[in-house]
């Protein structure tokens, strides 16, 4: 993450591991199972889980779970696939719980 001296950037809460700069922060809308959480367009530092199909809010997903790469805490899930059309922007972005990340600034 060559950009963090530049932006500010999230880290797992537990290791302080880079996670995702400000800039790929694409809502805070966001709901999971901790209460709010953030939608980025990009990541870093994390490990994928298996696809699994998920029951959300907004409808049905394929699903994978995000994992930080250095601890192993589950952060969130990225999105794979959608079964309605109205949620296809989804598709690819990652859901970051907030209870899990902390805003730094280098």
């Not at 530049?6 to 302080?16: G, H, L, M, Q």
């Not at 939608?39 to 490990?47: C, R």
């Not at 199909?53 to 049905?60: A, H």
């Amino acid at each position: 993450m060559e950009d963090l001296d530049k932006n500010p950037f999230y880290s797992c809460n537990r290791c302080r591991n880079p996670i995702a700069l400000r800039d790929n922060l694409l809502s805070k809308a966001f709901k999971a199972h901790s209460g709010q959480a953030y939608m980025f367009s990009e990541a870093k530092n994390f490990v994928l889980g298996e696809n699994k199909v998920r029951q959300l809010i907004t409808g049905r997903f394929v699903v994978a779970d995000v994992y930080c790469s250095n601890c192993g805490e589950v952060l969130g899930w990225k999105y794979l696939k959608s079964f309605h059309v109205s949620q296809n922007y989804k598709v690819g972005n990652f859901i970051i719980e907030k209870a899990k990340v902390l805003k730094e600034y280098s």
